[in-house]
C-alpha cells in the first residue's frame, strides 16, 4: 500500500467490490458463529429429560442466557470499535508502525478488561438473572449455563479485539478462518460434553457452554500467534504490551462512546426480555428461537457494517471523505437486500424454522406462539439493515456519540413504553391509575420492537446522510 492514497491494494477496485471482499468473509464468520447458537439450541431441544415437561423451561432458560451472552459481546465493543476505527485510519494513512502499536495497545486492554468483566460476570449472575424475573429451574438452568462462559470472557474478548484490528487493516479473511475453526471445533465439544462420551456421561445441559467457552480459548490463542508472526503487516511486539496513554486515549475515544451504546442497548434488551419472561415459559421459549432465526438477517448486516466501518475509517485516514461516504451507502444497498432477501425467507418459512427446534407435540404452543412474529419482523428489515449499517460506518468515522441518544430515545420512547401497553392487560401508572392494554402477548411485544426499529433505522440514516461525521477526528 502507498501511504495515504486510501484502502490496501487487495481492497483495490469497484466500491462494490470492495465492500463485498471485507462484507463476504465476516458474512460467513457470523454464520458460522449462528451456527453453533443453532446447534446450542438444537442440542437444547432434544438431550434426555427425565421430565418432558421441563423441555419449555430448558428452551426459556437458553433464551435469557442467549440475551445475558449478547451482553457480553456488547460489553467487548469496548475493546473491538476502537479497534477498527483507528488500525483502519492508521493504514490509510500508511502509518503502519504505529497501527502495529494500536494492536498491541488493544490486546492489552482486551486482557485487562475481559478479567474485570469475568470477575463481575461470575459474581453477580445470580442477581441479574433474578432481575430479569426469570425463576425456579430455569433460573437455576441458566445460572449453571454461564457460569463457564462467564469465567472464560477474558478469552472471548480479546479474541474479540485481534479481530478487530485485522478487519481495520482490511483482512476479515483470517478471522474468518479461525472463527470458523472455533466453530467447527464447538460443536463435536459441545455434543461430546452435552451427551458424554464412551462410558463417560457428560455434563447434560452445562456441558453446551463448557464447549463454547473452550472453543474461543483455542481462537484466541490461535490469533495471538497470528498477530505474533505479523500477520496482515500488524505484528505485535513486546514493547506493545506496555501501556501508551495517548493511544489508550485514542482507543477509548470511540470505543467508550459505542459500548455506551451497545451497553445500554444490552440493557434495554434485558428489560425488553424481563417483560417477554413475565408472559411465560412459552412466550419466552418462543422468542428465543425467533431471535435465533432473526439472526440470519441482522448478522448479515452486522457483516455489511464490518465492511463499512473499515473503509470509512480508511478512506477518511486517506483524506477521501466523498469516498468514504459512498462506501457506507454502497454496504447498504448490498446488505440491506441481503436481508429483505432473509425476510422473505421469514414469510415463507417460519413454520418450518420453528418445527426444526420444536419437533415434540408438546412444544406445538411454541410453534404456535412463534410463528407470526418471525413473520412480522420481516417487514422491519429495511429499517434494521440502516440502523446496523450506518451505526458501525458512523463508528468507523468516530462519530460514536449522537448515536447513544438515538438508541435511547427508540428504547425509551417507542419499544419498552409500547411493549408494556401491547403485551399485557393492564398497565400501572403508580399514583395515577391504570391503563388498559390490547393483551396481544408475545405478538405485541414484537410490534413495539419493530416499531422501534423502524424509528431508529431512520434517524441513523439521516445523520449519515447530513455528511457531519466526516471531520471528526480519531
Known amino acids: 500500500m502507498s501511504g495515504g492514497t486510501g484502502p490496501p491494494d487487495r481492497l483495490a ?7 463485498l471482499a471485507l462484507a463476504l468473509p465476516a458474512l460467513a464468520q457470523q454464520y458460522l458463529h449462528l451456527l453453533v447458537q443453532l446447534s446450542d439450541q438444537f442440542l437444547a431441544g432434544r438431550f434426555p429429560l427425565p421430565d418432558p415437561s421441563a423441555r419449555e423451561r430448558y428452551l426459556s432458560a437458553l433464551n435469557t442466557a442467549g440475551y445475558l451472552y449478547w451482553f457480553v459481546s456488547s460489553y467487548s465493543v469496548l475493546v473491538s470499535v476502537g479497534s477498527t476505527a483507528l488500525v483502519a485510519r492508521l493504514i490509510g494513512a500508511g502509518d503502519r508502525a504505529m497501527a502495529q502499536h494500536a494492536t ?4 492489552l486492554l482486551a486482557v ?18 433474578a432481575a430479569l424475573q426469570l425463576t425456579g429451574d430455569a433460573a437455576d438452568y441458566c445460572r449453571r449455563f454461564l457460569t463457564p462462559l462467564a469465567a472464560l470472557l477474558v478469552f472471548q474478548i480479546t479474541e474479540s479485539a485481534c479481530v478487530a484490528c485485522l478487519a481495520g487493516a482490511g483482512d476479515t479473511r483470517t ?65 506493545h504490551g506496555w501501556p501508551n496513554g495517548p493511544l489508550i486515549r485514542r482507543l477509548l475515544w470511540v470505543s467508550v462512546p459505542a459500548a455506551a451504546d451497545s451497553l445500554s442497548v444490552a440493557f434495554f434488551q434485558l428489560w425488553f426480555l424481563s417483560l417477554v419472561n413475565q408472559l411465560g415459559d412459552t412466550a419466552a421459549s418462543a422468542h428465543g428461537i425467533a431471535l435465533r432465526w432473526e439472526a440470519l438477517a441482522y448478522l448479515a448486516g452486522g ?29 447498504y444497498a448490498i446488505g440491506g437486500g441481503v436481508m429483505c432477501a432473509m425476510g422473505l425467507l421469514f414469510v415463507f418459512s417460519a413454520e ?22 418471525l413473520r412480522l419482523i420481516a417487514v422491519a428489515m429495511p429499517a434494521l439493515a440502516a440502523q446496523i449499517i450506518f451505526t458501525a460506518a458512523l463508528r468507523g468515522a468516530g462519530d460514536a456519540r449522537l448515536p447513544v441518544l438515538i438508541s435511547w430515545l427508540g428504547f425509551l420512547g417507542v419499544r419498552i413504553p409500547l411493549a408494556y401497553l401491547l403485551t399485557g392487560t393492564r398497565v400501572s401508572l403508580g399514583g395515577l391509575g391504570e391503563l388498559p392494554s390490547t393483551d396481544l402477548g408475545l405478538l405485541g411485544a414484537w410490534m413495539a420492537m419493530s416499531a422501534d426499529i423502524w424509528i431508529r433505522g431512520v434517524f441513523f440514516t439521516l445523520r449519515f446522510a447530513s455528511g457531519r461525521w466526516k471531520i471528526i477526528q480519531v
Not at 477496485?13 to 465492500?19: A, E, T
Not at 464490518?306 to 462506501?327: F, I, K, Y
Open 13 to 19: 477496485g469497484p466500491l462494490w467490490r470492495q465492500v
Open 104 to 107: 498491541g495497545q488493544s490486546v
Open 112 to 129: 485487562v478488561l475481559g478479567t474485570v468483566g469475568a470477575i463481575a460476570a461470575v459474581i453477580g449472575l445470580p442477581t441479574l438473572i
Open 175 to 239: 478471522g474468518l478462518k479461525v472463527l470458523g475453526f472455533v466453530a467447527i471445533v464447538n460443536i463435536p465439544l459441545a455434543w461430546g460434553l452435552c451427551f458424554g462420551v464412551g462410558p463417560w456421561p457428560g455434563l447434560g445441559f452445562v456441558g453446551i457452554a463448557w464447549g463454547t467457552g473452550l472453543s474461543h480459548v483455542v481462537g484466541c490463542l490461535w490469533l495471538l500467534v497470528l498477530l505474533a508472526r505479523g500477520q496482515s503487516g500488524l505484528k505485535l511486539r513486546r514493547g
Open 303 to 331: 457483516a455489511f457494517g464490518t465492511a463499512a466501518m473499515t473503509l470509512v475509517g480508511q478512506n477518511l485516514g486517506a483524506q477521501n471523505p466523498v469516498q468514504a461516504a459512498r462506501s457506507g451507502w454502497t454496504a
Open 352 to 373: 418450518g424454522m420453528f418445527r426444526l427446534f420444536c419437533p415434540e407435540p408438546e412444544l406445538q404452543p411454541v410453534v404456535e406462539a412463534g410463528v407470526p412474529v
